[in-house]
């Protein structure tokens, strides 16, 4: 894989695979290129190629919204969008239930002729429709205890994302990506906020992701926690 620079290679001929129920931990030194790593299996990295398989099939045999659905990418400085942390992490819900209603609605040209009031008026009702639809599918009760054993009681489900702190936000993206159950959690630094009480319940939390068979991809540069599989070294373009 080629820098973004264009004047040198960060990696080349790397081979990874990982189980279902295995956690990874990848580390090596800065600037290896481990977070280029993950964006590249996660199909998100312009500058990398090579051959992505997710349980034999590949990724060629995807739509970039199936793999991104299946090989989920976890940044460690989170973009959390909405009104209050229920949405936020509510929100692949509401935006399915968006595609759903898209898909199925018939192709009217003639209502660009309506009044912009009009049409604002019913974008409003529509989105507080999927918004409904969303809360049904994902009650506050299971966001509510999944922040929980995150150690995020203090964080009410109506507070604006905006106010959270670094390792709250931290926190809440990755309750929102577990709870959409992908079957690879690609998870960048997303400890390294933490404290180590909290540290230890976000790990204990992919544990049992792992236990009910995710497979799980986590760059750490804290000491070994004891949930890894085994550890990956990415150093100097070469992994052992």
């Not at 209502?111 to 639809?133: C, D, I, N, V």
């Not at 992908?182 to 319940?201: F, H, I, Q, S, Y």
Request: some cysteine; overall charge neutral; charged content about 25%.
């Amino acid at each position: 894989m080629p820098s973004a620079q264009s004047d040198r290679t960060i990696f080349e001929d790397l081979s990874f695979d990982v189980d279902r129920g295995q956690i990874v931990d990848l580390v090596g030194p800065s600037g290896s290129g481990k977070s280029s790593l993950l964006t590249a299996f996660a199909l998100l990295n312009p500058h990398a190629d090579g051959t992505f398989t997710l349980d034999g099939a590949d990724s060629s045999s995807f739509s970039l919204q199936q793999w991104r659905r299946n090989v989920a990418y976890l940044p460690q400085k989170p973009m959390l969008m909405g009104d209050s942390v229920a949405d936020t992490i509510r929100l692949p819900w509401t935006l399915a239930v968006r595609r759903a209603d898209e898909a199925s609605a018939p192709d009217n040209h003639a209502a660009t002729g309506k009044k912009t009031s009009a049409r604002r008026g019913r974008f409003s009702r529509l989105f507080r429709s999927e918004q409904s639809q969303a809360k049904l599918a994902l009650p506050d009760q299971l966001i509510r205890n999944t922040l929980d054993a995150m150690g995020c009681e203090d964080i009410d489900l109506a507070r604006a994302p905006h106010d959270l702190s670094g390792g709250q936000a931290a926190r809440v993206s990755l309750a929102r990506t577990l709870l959409t159950r992908p079957a690879v959690l690609l998870a960048d630094e997303v400890d390294a906020g933490l404290d180590d009480d909290n540290a230890d319940k976000v790990a204990s939390i992919m544990a049992s992701a792992a236990a009910r068979g995710m497979a799980i991809v986590r760059i750490r540069h804290r000491p070994p926690d004891g949930r890894a599989t085994r550890i990956v070294t990415l150093s100097s373009g070469r992994l052992s």
